[in-house]
T-cell receptor, first 113, second 110 residues
C-alpha cells in the first residue's frame, strides 16, 4: 500500500456519461497530481493541486475538471465521455520538492463502451 | 516546454547489464527521476538525480549530466522480474510537476 488511495479501481460506463474518480493523498502530502495513461502510452499530465488550489494544468480537456477539498482529497470529473477516454487514470501525491518525487495510487481503469 | 526521449523497447538476457538512456530538454529543471512500471500497475520510484554524477542503489544506478541534458539508468544482474517499463521524468522547477517520457519497455529473457 503506497498510502495514496484511488477509488474505484475499475469503472465501465457508456459514451456520453459522466464519472467521478476519487483520490486521497498520502498523509502529510499537500500536492495532488492527476495523470492519464492510454494503452501503450506514456503518462500524460492532466492537472495539479496544492493545498486546495490549482497549481499547474496540462493537456486536460474542457470536458474534464478537478478539485481538491479542504481535507486534501481530490476528485477528477470526466463528462460527455468518449471511447478515446478509456485509459488508466493515476493520482499521485508529493511533499514539496521531495527527493522521492511522487507516490502513485494504484489507478482507476476507465472503460468507455 | 519540455521534451523527453528514451528508446521504446529494449531486450536483455537474465544476469546481464542493461543501460537505458534518456535525453531531455526543459525550460526549468529541478531533478530527474526514474520509475519502474509493470503492465497495468502504478509506477514505483527507483531513483532521483538533481546533481551531476552517479547514484547507486543496489542493482540499480542512475547517472545525470545536466549540461548534456542526459541521464541513464543502469540495471545489473538482470532478473526476470525486471521486465517492465522504465519511465524517465523531469521535475518542473516552478510547479513541481513531473513530465514523463513515453517509457522504455524492457524484456528480460532467460
Amino acid at each position: 500500500d503506497s498510502g495514496v488511495t484511488q477509488t474505484p479501481k475499475h469503472l465501465i460506463t457508456a459514451t456520453g456519461q459522466r464519472v467521478t474518480l476519487r483520490c486521497s493523498p498520502r498523509s502529510g502530502d499537500l500536492s495532488v497530481y492527476w495523470y492519464q495513461q492510454s494503452l501503450d502510452q506514456g503518462l500524460q499530465f492532466l492537472i495539479q493541486y496544492y493545498n486546495g488550489e490549482e497549481r499547474a494544468k496540462g493537456n486536460i480537456l474542457e470536458r474534464f475538471s478537478a478539485q481538491q477539498f479542504p481535507d486534501l482529497h481530490s476528485e477528477l470529473n470526466l463528462s460527455s465521455l468518449e471511447l478515446g477516454d478509456s485509459a488508466l487514470y493515476f493520482c499521485a501525491s508529493s511533499a514539496p520538492s521531495g527527493v522521492y518525487g511522487y507516490t502513485f495510487g494504484s489507478g482507476t481503469r476507465l472503460t468507455v463502451v | 516546454g519540455q521534451n523527453i526521449d528514451q528508446p521504446t523497447e529494449m531486450t536483455a538476457t537474465e544476469g546481464a547489464i542493461v543501460q537505458i538512456n534518456c535525453t531531455y530538454q526543459t525550460s526549468g529543471f529541478n531533478g530527474l527521476f526514474w520509475y519502474q512500471q509493470h503492465a497495468g500497475e502504478a509506477p514505483t520510484f527507483l531513483s532521483y538525480n538533481v546533481l551531476d554524477g552517479l547514484e547507486e542503489k543496489g542493482r540499480f544506478s542512475s547517472f545525470l549530466s545536466r549540461s548534456k541534458g542526459y541521464s541513464y539508468l543502469l540495471l545489473k544482474e538482470l532478473q526476470m522480474k525486471d521486465s517492465a517499463s522504465y519511465l524517465c521524468a523531469v521535475r518542473d522547477q516552478r510547479s513541481d510537476k513531473l513530465i514523463f517520457g513515453t517509457g522504455t519497455r524492457l524484456q528480460v529473457f532467460p
